[in-house]
């Protein structure tokens, strides 16, 4: 986490906190997010050829926590975000009720890993 001072904004690292987690290396996921770059950059290829043959002027990308949805507008490209409903309602938790997923999660991925070990000890 960093502090932005100028946009006074905070500042996170998906990839970073991703990694740390789960012990996939940044390398491995930074692939993965590159490949789905690449993904989006040929639907955009896609909704250009489109736009061209019947004025189409939009495309919607389920990234997995919601959609991503492209426009052509005046000749430029303009998105929004919409979160699936069930990380729009673990935001929501997050922020109104204090409820954080992560730590959940966390607590479950210890729990496992001691019990894993107790099994192979016995």
Do not use: W
């Not at 290396?25 to 590159?34: C, D, Q, R, T």
């Not at 040929?42 to 736009?51: N, R, V």
């Amino acid at each position: 986490m960093n502090i932005n001072k100028e946009n006074n904004s905070i500042e996170f690292n998906v990839v970073e906190d991703v990694s740390k987690i789960t012990t996939i290396a940044p390398g491995a996921l930074n692939k993965l997010v590159h490949i789905a770059m690449c993904c989006m950059c040929d639907y955009a290829e896609q909704l250009k050829i489109q736009h061209k043959e019947d004025h189409t002027d939009a495309m919607n990308v389920d990234i997995g926590i919601g959609n991503l949805i492209f426009s052509i507008e005046n000749g430029g490209l303009h998105y929004t975000f919409k979160p699936c409903a069930k990380f729009e309602k673990a935001l929501i938790g997050a922020i109104v009720d204090g409820k954080n997923p992560l730590v959940k999660t966390i607590e479950k991925s210890i729990a496992s890993r001691i019990t894993n070990t107790y099994k192979d000890m016995f």
